[in-house]
């Protein structure tokens, strides 16, 4: 799906009416790509509470009066050892498996390179700065379980999680894909989509003659986009619902903006050509 664009989220700031920014929590926030929200940011509608502990990482971080960045390690909380690796999105509070990276043939090169440190670790619930949490997206290499445990309080009221799940091990002891949807439909959060899937070419005598990309079959991980179930919307307040238009129009999900958009109509909250409106803002690929 295609996601939103500036005209669009321009339009719906102007007649949503956000009482406030959303909040947003990035857990892993190293910069290796631009995060889903980022167009919320740069329109000033969210406000981000970042976490990273790599500190290469931490370091690239793009200073913003909308974002506050912090070298922390979420997770469980109390004391652990973070294993870091020369690639710093390697790095885990897991050390890598020498049998899975021998079986896939991949990631070789950290194998035997890690430092390890001991770090505090903090569960997002004991933060006093975080009141809320709107979205919170996690990427922990392994650790985005103990990250939402310890954010039970505070996702009571968020709308949407986009986690890393892992589909192959790559670090001994990392709770796996089922472990991960257990805990957050648990919450009241249902698998919405995946925003992509990584795979890689397992390691094989004729590598060197096929086309790597087109022969990547082992699925190894892919973010994950969780809603809080939306089959009662009446349990939904007037802001959740407000929130889920936005985010859903960042992730390219504009059905389920849409049904949003449609919900807040049937509320009187506004304007009954608002759904026809942000069909008018879409690639002209996506209308009929």
């Given at each position: 799906?295609?996601?939103?664009?500036?005209?669009?989220?321009?339009?719906?700031?102007?007649?949503?009416?956000?009482?406030?920014?959303?909040?947003?929590v990035d857990v892993g926030a190293n910069?290796?790509?631009?995060?889903?929200?980022?167009?919320?940011?740069?329109?000033g509608l969210a406000q981000v509470w970042g976490f990273e502990p790599n500190a290469e990482a931490f370091a690239r971080l793009e200073p913003s009066e909308h974002a506050t960045w912090l070298p922390l390690a979420v997770g469980a909380g109390g004391e652990a050892t973070l294993h870091a690796y020369p690639a710093s999105e390697m790095?885990?509070?897991?050390?890598?498996?020498?049998?899975?990276?021998?079986?896939?043939?991949?990631?070789?090169?950290?194998?035997?390179?890690?430092?390890?440190?001991?770090?505090?670790?903090?569960?997002?619930d004991d933060i006093p700065a975080i009141m809320r949490i709107d979205l919170l997206k996690v990427d922990a290499q392994g650790a985005e379980r103990d990250v939402i445990e310890g954010a039970h309080s505070k996702l009571a009221q968020a709308v949407m999680v986009i986690a890393e799940m892992r589909f192959y091990r790559l670090y001994d002891g990392e709770p796996m894909l089922h472990a991960v949807d257990q805990s957050l439909r648990?919450?009241?959060?249902?698998?919405?989509?995946?925003?992509?899937?990584?795979?890689r070419m397992l390691n094989h005598?004729?590598?060197?003659?096929v086309n790597t990309r087109a022969l990547s079959s082992q699925l190894i991980d892919g973010d994950a986009v969780y809603i809080r179930t939306f089959e009662d919307r009446s349990l939904w307040s007037d802001t959740q619902l407000r929130a889920l238009v936005m985010l859903s129009a960042c992730i390219g999900s504009h059905d389920l903006a849409l049904l949003?958009?449609?919900?807040?109509?049937?509320?009187?909250?506004?304007?009954?050509?608002?759904?026809?409106?942000?069909?008018?803002?879409?690639?002209?690929?996506?209308?009929a």
């Open positions: 799906m295609t996601v939103a664009g500036k005209s669009l989220i321009a339009m719906l700031r102007g007649r949503l009416d956000l009482a406030a920014p959303l909040a947003v910069p290796l790509g631009k995060p889903v929200y980022k167009p919320l940011v740069k329109a790095s885990s509070l897991y050390p890598l498996s020498d049998s899975a990276i021998g079986y896939l043939g991949h990631f070789r090169r950290h194998l035997g390179q890690e430092e390890k440190i001991p770090i505090t670790t903090h569960r997002l648990e919450k009241g959060f249902v698998l919405h989509r995946f925003l992509h899937q990584k795979s005598s004729q590598k060197a003659r949003g958009l449609d919900t807040l109509v049937s509320r009187g909250l506004v304007r009954k050509n608002l759904p026809a409106a942000y069909v008018d803002h879409l690639p002209q690929e996506l209308r």
